[in-house]
């Protein structure tokens, strides 16, 4: 016997009816009940089967994984500049390695073209962005004075132009920052303020170094780094230019406009050699203006603490907390002791405060003035920093301040001095 499929439902129908668990034969098709107008309209077959019913995290698993997961572009298919290459590679060339150099004093091997450099002196870090070494960075023009009665490097900072675009919209948020070399760390950090959106910057801001003498004008660099600042990253490195402060003359209000460049290899002339090791580790604990002048009216001696520079950092946050103490020896009691307020979180501390000791002429020709920086520590013992010694044992400039303060009486005599080990007590509590 044939077993044949019933027919499908016609077109015009809107309800399908589901063809029954068992067929039937052909025959029954055209049976004259079927046609019959009196047949009930109701098939007299099994129900239909109920559609299959699925739980809700099958349905949800279906819905959510319609196929492979296909990637996700990043975020650096966006910002071409992030790449450590370029997006269309150029013709391969020669890699130049850099010599060896010492860069924030710290010493390490150059880094090939494309690799990213970080600058660790500030409180933030700077990329050196992988371009060709050929692409323009722009130029910074600037300022600059020394003035030796005062002990003073005015450094002005007039305006850079054309510089490199740095951010997506084609412009950058550029800032200076300067150091002195050898030796540049935050002691000597200065920088101006940031500039929003815009390659043409003119800042006309004046930035002074204290404690510069003649004799560091005949060693020390100028290093003006234009950087471009970014909030959600590290600020990146545009270029420098680098200044001897030897061709300064006193005096001379000097005008430069310089083309930046990349970082260049450090000479010969910004690495100290070893027999003047010893005298960089000392000026390594900054300097300290102190003034003397000796009233013959009033028989006193006052003492004025007027300011530090390029002090060393003794907390972990690379600053110092300083203050002063100063004393007269042969010890004179409670009244032979003084000190300054605390300056929070500075290396160039300015106090202006003066201090009078009640003694006369004869008895001071005697006495030693002894002056010393300390970082304070809250519920911990204070870091010494460096100390210096003024009177008729010392030598040198220390010396000649001593005489020209007994020498001029009346007159207030003002002097730089360097900051040593020699000032440190045996021991020292904690006030």
Same mark, same amino acid.
């Given at each position: 016997?044939?077993?044949?499929?019933?027919?499908?439902?016609?077109?015009?129908?809107?309800l399908?009816?589901?063809?029954?668990?068992t067929?039937a034969?052909s025959s029954?098709?055209?049976?004259?009940?079927?046609?019959?107008?009196?047949?009930?309209?109701?098939? %007299?077959?099994?129900p239909?089967?109920?559609?299959?019913?699925?739980?809700?995290?099958?349905h !949800?698993?279906i819905?959510?994984?319609?196929?492979?997961?296909?990637?996700?572009p990043?975020?650096s298919?966006f910002?071409?500049? +992030?790449?450590d290459?370029?997006?269309?590679?150029p013709p391969?060339? *020669?890699?130049?390695i850099?010599?060896?150099e %010492?860069?924030?004093g710290?010493?390490?091997? =150059?880094?090939?073209?494309?690799?990213?450099r970080?600058?660790?002196?500030?409180?933030?870090?700077?990329a050196?962005?992988?371009d060709?070494?050929?692409?323009y960075?722009g130029?910074?023009?600037f300022?600059?004075?020394?003035?030796?009665?005062n002990?003073c #490097?005015h450094?002005t900072?007039?305006k850079?132009?054309g510089l490199?675009a740095m951010?997506s919209?084609g412009?950058?948020?550029?800032?200076?920052? @300067?150091?002195?070399?050898?030796?540049?760390?935050?002691?000597n950090?200065?920088?101006?303020?940031?500039?929003k959106?815009t390659?043409n910057?003119?800042w006309?801001?004046?930035? $002074?170094?204290?404690g510069?003498t003649?004799?560091?004008?005949?060693?020390?660099?100028?290093?003006l780094?234009?950087c471009?600042?970014?909030? @959600?990253?590290?600020?990146? !490195?545009?270029?420098e230019?680098?200044v001897? #402060?030897?061709k #300064?003359k006193?005096?001379?209000n000097k005008?430069?406009n $310089?083309?930046l460049?990349?970082?260049?290899?450090?000479?010969?002339?910004?690495?100290?050699t070893?027999e003047?090791g010893a005298?960089?580790a000392e000026e390594?604990?900054?300097?300290?203006?102190?003034?003397?002048?000796y009233? %013959?009216?009033? =028989?006193c001696?006052?003492?004025g603490?007027i300011?530090?520079a390029h002090?060393?950092?003794?907390?972990?946050?690379?600053?110092?907390?300083? !203050?002063?103490?100063? $004393?007269?020896?042969?010890? $004179?009691?409670?009244?032979s002791?003084?000190? %300054?307020?605390?300056?929070?979180?500075?290396?160039n501390?300015? +106090?202006n405060?003066? !201090?009078?000791y009640?003694?006369?002429?004869?008895?001071?020709?005697?006495k030693?003035? *002894?002056?010393?920086v300390?970082d304070?520590?809250l519920?911990?013992?204070?870091?010494?920093?460096?100390?210096?010694?003024?009177?008729i044992?010392?030598?040198?400039q220390?010396?000649?301040h001593?005489f020209?303060?007994?020498?001029?009486?009346?007159?207030?005599?003002?002097?730089?001095?360097?900051?040593?080990?020699?000032?440190?007590?045996s =021991?020292?509590?904690?006030d």
């Open positions: 016997m044939s077993v044949s499929k019933p027919p499908p439902p016609p077109s015009t129908s809107h399908a009816i589901p063809p029954s668990s067929s034969p029954s098709a055209t049976s004259p009940s079927a046609t019959s107008p009196s047949a009930t309209p109701h098939p %007299t077959g099994p239909p089967p109920s559609p299959v019913k699925i739980s809700m995290q099958e !949800f698993a819905n959510v994984c319609p196929g492979p997961i296909l990637p996700i990043q975020i298919d910002f071409p500049r +992030f790449h290459y370029p997006c269309t590679p391969p060339r *020669e890699k130049k850099l010599k060896e %010492t860069f924030n710290e010493t390490g091997v =150059g880094y090939k073209d494309g690799e990213r970080l600058d660790n002196d500030g409180d933030r870090e700077e050196v962005d992988s060709d070494e050929d692409t960075l130029t910074l023009e300022t600059l004075l020394f003035d030796q009665e002990n #490097l450094c900072i007039n850079a132009k490199k951010d919209n412009l950058a948020d550029p800032y200076v920052k @300067l150091h002195l070399l050898p030796g540049a760390s935050k002691a950090k200065l920088r101006t303020k940031t500039l959106n390659l910057p003119v006309n801001e004046t930035l $002074m170094y204290h510069i003649a004799a560091d004008m005949t060693t020390k660099t100028l290093r780094c234009v471009d600042m970014d909030r @959600l990253g590290r600020n990146e !490195f545009i270029g230019v680098r001897a #402060l030897k #300064l006193e005096g001379e005008r430069y $310089m083309g460049e990349r970082i260049a290899q450090n000479k010969d002339a910004n690495n100290p070893v003047q005298v960089v390594e604990r900054g300097r300290i203006l102190v003034s003397l002048c009233n %013959t009216e009033k =028989g001696l006052l003492v603490i300011r530090c002090l060393a950092a003794m907390d972990s946050n690379g600053y110092s907390d300083p !203050f002063v103490k100063i $004393m007269l020896q042969p010890d $004179m009691g409670k009244k002791k003084y000190k %300054t307020t605390v300056k929070k979180k500075t290396l501390p300015e +106090f405060e003066e !201090f009078s009640e003694v006369t002429l004869d008895q001071l020709a005697k030693t003035l *002894e002056i010393s300390w304070y520590d519920g911990m013992s204070n870091d010494f920093i460096g100390g210096v010694e003024l009177g044992n010392a030598s040198g220390r010396l000649r001593w020209d303060c007994l020498k001029n009486k009346g007159k207030k005599v003002e002097y730089w001095h360097t900051l040593t080990q020699q000032g440190a007590p =021991g020292d509590k904690p």
